[in-house]
């Protein structure tokens, strides 16, 4: 699709059976889609979910956004990056808009809706769930890389105890350098705190540590729990 927003071509993929048997369907949005096809075989996990629970995932619909380059991938997730209110603006009145109009085209109804992201991806989901928290019932973070600046949004949101939120980090993160600024992230530290500030807001959080680094093998082996916890629960 031609994003006017954001002033590029998004090329989104879904992955879906054939043909969802049912009219209620489950839709999570993915960031870093290229990535997740890739790297962290999301296809396949949604495959094996298939084979082995098919009355949970043959209503499952998964909708890969990838975020170009590096830079762009920073700039859209980071809560300070040059272009974050667009990608938040994008996300909400391009693509979700456009999502629903191909599923309301198929006589779907949208029954679960989800984000799931990693590292900056994760930071992103949150960025977006806390704008506007009644559209999402769940949430599932894979060492996400948040910022205070993420804390500041969680705190401000008035409601989010009809999330449920999936947190995953390891703890051989917090050494974990960003590439774009050269900086470490702390990102064990920021989920634990994040995990204190999402506790006073009474959210239904499954929190899990790993002994884990900041890598796609990682999060690729958790992808399966992760998916079931969002058809599960």
Same mark, same amino acid.
């Given at each position: 699709?031609?994003?006017?927003?954001?002033?590029?071509?998004?090329?989104? #993929?879904?992955?879906?059976?054939?043909?969802?048997?049912?009219?209620?369907?489950?839709?999570?949005?993915?960031?870093?889609?290229?990535?997740?096809?890739?790297?962290?075989?999301? !296809?396949?996990?949604?495959?094996?979910?298939?084979?082995?629970?098919?009355?949970?995932?043959?209503?499952?619909?998964?909708?890969?956004?990838?975020?170009?380059?590096?830079?762009?991938? #920073?700039?859209?997730?980071?809560?300070?990056?040059?272009?974050?209110?667009? #990608?938040?603006?994008?996300?909400?009145?391009?693509?979700?808009?456009?999502?629903?109009?191909?599923?309301?085209?198929?006589?779907?109804?949208?029954?679960?809706?989800?984000?799931?992201?990693?590292?900056?991806?994760?930071?992103?989901?949150?960025?977006?769930?806390?704008?506007?928290?009644?559209?999402?019932?769940?949430?599932? $973070?894979?060492?996400?890389?948040?910022?205070?600046?993420?804390?500041?949004?969680?705190?401000?949101?008035?409601?989010?105890?009809?999330?449920?939120?999936?947190?995953?980090?390891?703890?051989?993160?917090?050494?974990?350098?960003?590439?774009?600024?050269?900086?470490? $992230?702390?990102?064990?530290?920021?989920?634990?705190?994040?995990?204190?500030? $999402?506790?006073?807001? !009474?959210?239904?959080?499954?929190?899990?540590?790993?002994?884990?680094?900041?890598?796609?093998?990682?999060?690729?082996?958790?992808?399966?729990?992760?998916?079931?916890?969002?058809?599960?629960?």
């Amino acid at each position: 699709m031609t994003s006017t927003i954001l002033e590029r071509q998004i090329n989104f #993929y879904i992955l879906q059976p054939e043909t969802p048997p049912n009219e209620t369907i489950n839709v999570l949005y993915v960031q870093d889609g290229d990535d997740y096809l890739k790297i962290g075989k999301i !296809q396949e996990c949604f495959e094996q979910l298939l084979n082995d629970h098919p009355s949970k995932a043959e209503n499952l619909s998964i909708i890969l956004v990838p975020p170009g380059n590096s830079i762009e991938r #920073y700039n859209f997730y980071h809560p300070e990056g040059s272009s974050h209110e667009q #990608y938040l603006k994008f996300f909400y009145n391009e693509l979700i808009p456009e999502i629903e109009k191909i599923f309301a085209g198929k006589r779907k109804r949208i029954q679960r809706q989800g984000l799931l992201g990693d590292s900056l991806g994760g930071a992103v989901s949150l960025s977006l769930c806390c704008r506007a928290p009644e559209k999402w019932t769940h949430l599932i $973070l894979q060492s996400a890389a948040f910022s205070p600046k993420n804390r500041q949004e969680a705190k401000a949101v008035h409601d989010l105890k009809n999330i449920k939120i999936y947190q995953l980090v390891g703890k051989k993160e917090d050494s974990f350098v960003s590439p774009i600024s050269n900086e470490p $992230l702390y990102i064990l530290t920021n989920n634990r705190e994040m995990r204190k500030v $999402l506790a006073t807001k !009474q959210v239904d959080v499954t929190y899990i540590e790993e002994d884990e680094e900041h890598l796609w093998v990682f999060w690729q082996r958790d992808l399966p729990r992760a998916l079931s916890y969002f058809l599960n629960n």
